[in-house]
């Protein structure tokens, strides 16, 4: 990896040639709050790595405690195998926040928040370790239901394999602007332009048909309202979990 390009203050990710944003670069984000805001704000990433020089992607569930991320996944998965021998990644997030419709084509955009996180994925072989994040990511989700739910058996032990990374270095992305056309195409384009919100939220839940009697939806998951915003049940949820982190 390249040396930082500058100092970095301790609250942010050192800036490299890998994670410097150099386009729109005002949008650019290096701070660890806003990086982590973003990240503890989604539950699914893509982790992109490399096997015998093919480039991989894969979608799978994650969260981050400190500085570390972890995901999880089948031991006999391609991207698992991979990955214990301590390959570099590349893992992203990113959220859609709105469609924006202009008077060209050039200034049509989405408004979004995005992380690029870099670092070197290990495997979690210590059983207790391994446990006690399986865990953590029930916990992530869902406040208090480890303690609810039975422990893994032992084939299901064995089929799952924790992955952790530290992040070395990352950025952020965050655009939250309205139209932005040229100057003469607001008199000069008679087209309709606007800005159109997308959230994903929160439906009804449905019981399943064998829940025995009597059981209510626990006090710790009280974030779980029908119609809310799925981001922020999520930046609830882990903030419950694992403190303001």
Not at 132 to 137: E, H, P, Q, T, V
Not at 156 to 175: D, L, P, V
Request: glycine share 6%; with cysteine.
């Amino acid at each position: 990896m390249s040396p930082p390009d500058s100092v970095n203050p301790p609250d942010s990710y050192p800036v490299t040639n890998v994670n410097k944003v150099k386009r729109v670069h005002d949008r650019g984000r290096y701070d660890k709050e806003s990086i982590h805001a973003i990240l503890d704000a989604a539950l699914v990433c893509h982790i992109a790595y490399v096997i015998d020089g093919r480039p991989y992607c894969t979608p799978t569930g994650f969260w981050r405690e400190g500085s570390h991320l972890y995901w999880h996944g089948s031991s006999a998965s391609r991207m698992i195998r991979s990955q214990k021998e301590g390959v570099d990644v590349c893992l992203t997030v990113t959220h859609l926040d709105s469609l924006v419709m202009a008077r060209s084509g050039f200034h049509h955009s989405v408004n979004y928040r995005a992380v690029m996180a870099f670092g070197k994925a290990h495997v979690i072989d210590d059983p207790d370790e391994k446990l006690k994040l399986m865990d953590r990511f029930i916990d992530r989700i869902y406040p208090g239901r480890s303690k609810l739910i039975r422990q893994p058996n032992k084939q299901e032990f064995k089929a799952t394999t924790m992955i952790g990374m530290e992040i070395e270095t990352a950025s952020g992305k965050i655009r939250d602007k309205h139209v932005a056309d040229e100057e003469e195409d607001y008199e000069g384009v008679p087209a309709w332009s606007a800005l159109y919100p997308i959230t994903q939220v929160l439906g009804e839940p449905s019981d399943c048909a064998r829940q025995l009697p009597g059981l209510t939806r626990p006090d710790e998951m009280s974030d779980f309202v029908p119609g809310s915003r799925f981001d922020e049940v999520m930046t609830r949820t882990y903030k419950r979990t694992f403190g303001e982190g």
